[in-house]
């Protein structure tokens, strides 16, 4: 992820968004990082849609989470269908993009996915 705004002390390193794709095919016996296998952690995302599960700094909170698109209404669509249009905004833009707007200890800073 790139931090544009952000100074080298806002206690951010980096964000890893990861999404498991239960469809594709693994060895037998290997487990996804984050218990992303975990039947438990799965009903809740299925329940409760995309979440925050694992954050490593302390005082960073998330405050929006927004994304951008080429084809901005058909993600949207899909965004809908899930149950997450209310809570993730979506953005036409020429690149796929994650922005994230978080609020630490240092200040607020907005992270931004690599193209």
Do not use: K, Y
Not at 48 to 75: K, R, Y
Not at 94 to 103: D, E, G, I, K, N
């Amino acid at each position: 992820m790139s931090v544009p705004d952000a100074p080298p002390t806002a206690g951010v390193d980096h964000l890893v968004v990861l999404a498991a794709d239960l469809a594709s095919a693994r060895p037998a016996g290997a487990r996804r990082w984050f218990d992303m296998d975990d039947p438990a952690l799965q009903a809740q995302v299925a329940r409760h849609g995309p979440q925050l599960i694992h954050c490593a700094a302390s005082g960073v909170h998330l405050q929006s989470l927004a994304l951008e698109h080429p084809q901005a209404a058909t993600l949207r669509a899909a965004c809908a269908a899930i149950g997450v249009a209310h809570c993730v905004p979506v953005r036409a833009a020429q690149t796929p993009q994650l922005v994230a707007r978080l609020s630490t200890s240092h200040g607020d800073t907005t992270l931004t996915s690599n193209a």
